[in-house]
């Protein structure tokens, strides 16, 4: 059999049609031959295939490799060796590896010359030799892995042989289904009724799909007809409906051959999904709910029909459900969050000029928006008009407008909406105004007046219900009913209304000014709108009830030029950032340009779909699309250090890894604007990091040619992820084959929002309407990047690279007395730096001597270990002494090279925990009482640096070098405090995995050791420190 590699992906990002080169992936594996069953496996290995073997030298080595018919032996060809050696015992094998998990697929020499999905190995005899072979696609590592573990767990648990033909849990039920639907109990049924009937337990499958491959079948029985026979349905059912990635990870999961018990289902949940207080009782009810047989039901076990209904439900959602509901602190000050705003909620899809209506804002409030503009003209007959674009129909009376929020307002979120009036009409006019909104919205408009004493603005917990009115105000100069005031810093002309064309701007650039009646001044309170000066004007005079209104451009200059300045402000601050004049077309601005600086609304038109518009939908989702989100810890803290446009890890701030695999896709539709033929696309998948400027990435698989609606990439994606706060995760579905449009589908979440596991991604339409039964299954994990600590996530740490340990400093401020109390940090810093990665290095050299993967958890690793510990004639005999806290483990009698340098790995890794776990009180101490030591300088700062005469840019580089110290005070302490819970967490899964595989001794109960495990509550962070003013 020929052999052909895939080329080597490179990481690019979609590129224009012209320029756009696919990346195909070939398969020695027939394109029409679907492993989905170990029989099929077992049917491939015996044909044998051509794989390369690994020699201890690095050298590849082309071998035939083949299973012989009695099934005891996996033999090669040719080799040196004589034929009786060029083989392995399958009842000798102790594990089969994915992946490049040994030393020698990990070495320098061989890491990069092929993809990880491609290789793996076998671990084997008394001495745990390894045979490292690479294939030439991930569907061929997958038969051998699946067909070798099959027969590895069927020597251990069962003495018949595969095709013995005992019926299973899954052919018993197909039969029973098939057997209510022979209403005439004539052992057959017509081929439409069959063709329903697997359609209905697969709803996502065309009806025409299943009809073609009972034709097939019967063509190749030579068996035509209308009707099908209870065999023939079996067959097909099989064929369509077994995910053979599904039922891969079912063999490597499974201790009975087809199915999961439940233990096996628990350690999956645990291990795999990262899922807290996992008991039998769950794993039943889970059973009971998805698995189709009865007997399964009865027995507890979960088959394959019931693993892929499980997997495919929402108990196995990406989306981590705790964000379903609040889930943050909503007590800090508004300026604390990120709230959801639209620029042009009345427009429909199309440009400036398209239609208008009510519809337009009843969307944007039922999909959590919390700040919304209105435009109110002069209306032709006395009543006032909101524009939302130049063409008549975008017109609605300001009276229908206030009546579609009064209804809505607080349909989906309960948090306060801020209500931004434009006002552009006639004094009568804004009489009007403020009667309808008086009279309408009574009782939810805020009116008390600001707190002169306060020194922020109030909550949202305390604004719940409550309408926010934001505008211009009277100054206090003025007692009249009306007075002049600026106009609005959003242009007018943006609205388009056409007595304004001929209309020439005041000379100078100066802003025109209007009238503005007392009614509608008195309706302002917490949201003033006030022209922006500068930064330094607004420290010394801007009230904290007051807020500007910067445009894209105005906006984005100071992102660029002075990110930390616009970041500091908006600690306090609210900030409203529009959409320039020139998007005719309703486009919108990158919300993520102007949250990187902490700029609170980002208006957008939610009426234009697209990259934009998904960003802001998948952000806000993550506090149960209450419209507000809480920002990062860094851009609210007093005194902290956060530059915008960091292109590297942020001080004080551990960065992270995800791992992302997409295995495959279900049920893809074709493009809506395709003008290809057929029904069939060329998949690929690109994934996309929004966040930071260190963080922004993309990476996209291989193109599947020809794969029908269910394509398997099989590729893992990697990314660093510096401020996970901010990071948002699009997984984008595009064809490589297209003529006129490539987009499939999205779906876009949060960071903080990714469960790990196996995971299934329900896909939306560009619109971001949900496409049913569309669906990308992937596989996260996230782990910590390399060389620093352990992902803050489900007990994942990371692996360590090869390089020399870097240790955070401080930096001088120029003022003798604060520089000498940052001093005294330098050594603490340096052993909390030392304690967590002496532990990360430990873990990590534990987990690959297992064979495991950077993001396997304590419990996985032990678990691994046990299974090769298997009671026979020459196993060793291990054992995890439970009795203590810090639980050794035990070996008696021969131990082979491997086993032994894994206990010497365990060892390390248990005594760097006790030390950190002893000693990290201590440090973490001394950390916080130097920081709180400068903190107590703070008030003083200004005054200290004025006596040192600093000014100008070395009085700024002393405020960021004092800020800088603080932040990494702060977050080396927290870091510090992180890792005493996580090692803590892990002595817990030892303690678990020991009694649940029976190599415990001495232990009955897990130690209490002051392990936290349950969900985060939403709580003030008030208790932790104060968040408020800026440094």
């Not at 008991?279 to 047989?293: G, L």
């Not at 600001?450 to 009115?469: C, N, Q, T, V």
């Not at 539709?669 to 400027?693: F, L, R, T």
């Not at 990360?840 to 958890?857: D, H, I, R, W, Y």
Request: glycine residues 8%; hydrophobic residues 35%; charged residues 25%.
């Amino acid at each position: 059999m020929t052999t052909v590699f895939s080329p080597s992906l490179q990481d690019g990002s979609r590129q224009k049609p012209m320029q756009k080169k696919k990346t195909v992936s070939f398969s020695a594996m027939p394109s029409d031959r679907k492993i989905n069953s170990p029989a099929a496996c077992i049917s491939f290995m015996l044909e044998g295939c051509q794989m390369k073997k690994v020699r201890s030298n690095s050298r590849m080595y082309n071998r035939c490799f083949v299973l012989d018919p009695d099934l005891h032996y996996l033999r090669w060809e040719p080799s040196k060796k004589d034929s009786e050696k060029a083989k392995i015992e399958i009842k000798s094998v102790k594990e089969v590896r994915v992946g490049k998990k040994t030393p020698l697929l990990r070495s320098n020499g061989l890491s990069d010359q092929f993809p990880d999905e491609c290789a793996f190995s076998i671990i084997y005899g008394d001495n745990y030799e390894s045979l490292d072979l690479v294939a030439s696609s991930a569907d061929v590592v997958n038969a051998w892995v699946m067909g070798l573990r099959y027969l590895v767990s069927y020597g251990k648990h069962s003495p018949e042989a595969p095709e013995a033909g005992h019926p299973s849990l899954r052919t018993s039920w197909i039969s029973s289904v098939f057997d209510i639907a022979d209403l005439e109990k004539v052992g057959q049924i017509p081929m439409s009724r069959a063709v329903q009937l697997i359609k209905a337990l697969n709803p996502g499958m065309k009806a025409s799909t299943i009809e073609l491959k009972f034709k097939e079948l019967q063509k190749a029985s030579d068996r035509p007809g209308s009707d099908v026979t209870c065999n023939l349905f079996m067959e097909a059912y099989c064929e369509l409906c077994t995910r053979p990635e599904i039922f891969f990870l079912l063999v490597q999961l499974s201790s009975n051959k087809e199915s999961l018990g439940l233990r096996d289902l628990m350690t999956f949940l645990e291990v795999e999904q990262g899922m807290e207080g996992v008991t039998e009782e769950t794993c039943q009810e889970i059973i009971v709910k998805y698995e189709p047989s009865k007997e399964g039901q009865e027995k507890g076990y979960l088959a394959i029909d019931g693993f892929t209904r499980y997997l495919l439900s929402s108990d196995c959602s990406i989306f981590d459900p705790q964000h379903h509901q609040v889930c943050q602190d909503m007590t800090q000050p508004l300026s604390h969050y990120y709230i959801n705003s639209a620029h042009s909620a009345s427009l429909r899809e199309g440009s400036f000029c398209g239609t208008g209506g009510i519809s337009g804002y009843i969307s944007a409030l039922r999909v959590g928006c919390r700040s919304m503009e209105l435009a109110v003209w002069d209306g032709t007959d006395g009543e006032p008009l909101v524009y939302g674009g130049c063409s008549p129909a975008s017109r609605v009376a300001f009276r229908s407008v206030v009546g579609v929020i009064d209804q809505y307002a607080f349909e989906a979120s309960a948090y306060p909406l801020i209500l931004g009036l434009s006002v552009c009409c006639s004094v009568p006019q804004q009489r009007l105004m403020a009667e309808y909104l008086r009279k309408t919205l009574g009782g939810k408009l805020y009116l008390d007046p600001p707190a002169p004493e306060e020194a922020y603005l109030p909550s949202p917990e305390k604004l719940k219900g409550k309408i926010l009115i934001k505008g211009r105000k009277l100054p206090p100069s003025c007692h009249e009913s009306e007075g002049d005031v600026t106009d609005e810093e959003e242009s007018p002309e943006l609205w388009g209304h056409p007595d304004e064309d001929d209309r020439e701007m005041p000379a100078g650039g100066r802003r025109r000014r209007r009238r503005l009646t007392r009614e509608l001044s008195d309706l302002v309170s917490l949201c003033q709108s006030v022209p922006f000066r500068d930064f330094e004007a607004s420290r010394r005079v801007q009230h904290y009830w007051e807020l500007c209104s910067f445009s894209e451009v105005e906006a984005g200059r100071f992102s660029l030029e002075c990110p930390e300045e616009l970041v500091s402000y908006n600690k306090r601050f609210l900030s409203r950032v529009h959409p320039s004049p020139m998007r005719i077309d309703a486009s919108n601005v990158n919300p993520q340009d102007f949250w990187k600086c902490g700029c609170q609304m980002v208006a957008m038109n939610f009426q234009t779909p697209g990259l934009m518009m998904d960003l802001n939908t998948g952000w806000f989702r993550q506090n149960g699309a209450c419209g507000y989100v809480l920002r990062p810890a860094v851009m609210r803290e007093e005194v902290s250090y956060f530059s915008a446009n960091a292109k590297d890890s942020l001080p004080g701030m551990q960065a992270q890894l995800l791992h992302l695999k997409v295995i495959s896709g279900q049920n893809l539709p074709k493009p809506k604007g395709s003008g290809a033929k057929g029904d069939v696309v060329e998949p690929y998948v690109c994934a996309e990091i929004h966040g930071i400027p260190a963080d922004c990435a993309e990476q996209r698989t291989k193109t599947v040619v020809q794969s029908g609606d269910n394509p398997l990439f099989d590729e893992s994606l990697e990314f660093q992820i510096n401020l996970p706060e901010l990071a948002v995760l699009r997984l984008v579905v595009l064809d490589d084959d297209y003529i006129g449009d490539e987009f499939i589908a999205q779906y876009t979440i949060p960071f903080e929002c990714l469960q790990s596991g196996y995971r299934h991604v329900p896909l939306q339409s560009l619109a971001g309407e949900p496409l049913p039964h569309a669906t990308l299954f992937v596989h996260v994990a996230v782990t910590d990047r390399p060389g620093g600590g352990k992902g803050h996530r489900r007990g994942l740490s990371g692996r360590k690279g090869r390089r020399v340990r870097e240790y955070a400093s401080t930096k001088a401020t120029g003022i003798k007395a604060i520089d000498e109390v940052f001093r005294t940090a330098t050594q603490p810093l340096r052993e909390a730096t030392d304690l967590r990665e002496n532990v990360q290095n430990a873990l990590v050299s534990f987990k690959e001597l297992c064979g495991l993967t950077p993001a396997a958890t304590m419990k996985q690793c032990i678990l691994t270990v046990a299974t090769w510990l298997v009671p026979s004639e020459s196993a060793p005999s291990v054992t995890l002494n439970l009795g203590e806290q810090y639980p050794p483990m035990e070996a008696q009698g021969a131990v082979p090279e491997l086993l032994r340098k894994v206990l010497t790995a365990y060892e390390t890794t248990i005594q760097t925990s006790r030390t950190l776990i002893e000693s990290a009180d201590a440090v973490h101490s001394r950390l916080t009482q130097a920081q709180q030591a400068g903190m107590d300088f703070h008030k003083e700062l200004r005054h200290l640096e004025a006596k040192e005469g600093l000014k100008g840019r070395k009085l700024q580089k002393a405020l960021e070098s004092f800020a800088w110290n603080i932040t990494v005070l702060k977050g080396h302490a927290d870091l510090l405090k992180q890792a005493k819970a996580e090692a803590l967490d892990n002595l817990w899964q030892i303690h678990n995995a020991g009694q649940s595989c029976g190599i415990g001794r001495n232990g009955s109960a897990s130690p209490d050791l002051g392990r936290a495990r349950a969900p985060p509550e939403p709580v003030s962070e008030t208790e932790g420190g104060s968040d408020t003013g800026s440094c």
